[in-house]
């Protein structure tokens, strides 16, 4: 199994400052997950709608984490809702 590098962008840094510690716990478990973007805890969809390629993981049943595969690095681009 192929594991991927994930880094982030301004924009979802600049959210994720915005978090509370709770909230930001979550997110960083869903990031760890997304070494392996196949996980079965991902609940992984595609959101062509935010873009070509982009692809939207839950780190709750309400909020959603945004990203795009390029090679082997998985690129984390935006925090948002179902």
């Known amino acids: 199994m192929q594991k ?4 982030t ?6 959210k994720f400052k ?6 930001r716990k979550k997110y ?3 990031l760890g ?6 996980h079965r805890s991902l609940c992984t969809h595609a959101y062509e709608e935010r873009g070509k390629g982009v692809k939207g993981s839950y780190t709750s049943m309400r909020e959603r984490v945004f ?6 690095t998985i690129w984390v681009i935006d925090i948002g809702s179902h």
């Open 4 to 7: 991927f590098k994930v880094r």
């Open 9 to 14: 962008t301004a924009k979802f840094d600049k």
């Open 18 to 23: 915005h978090l509370s510690e709770v909230e």
């Open 28 to 30: 960083r478990k869903t």
């Open 33 to 38: 997950l997304l070494e392996n973007p196949a």
């Open 67 to 72: 990203w795009k595969m390029e090679g082997t």
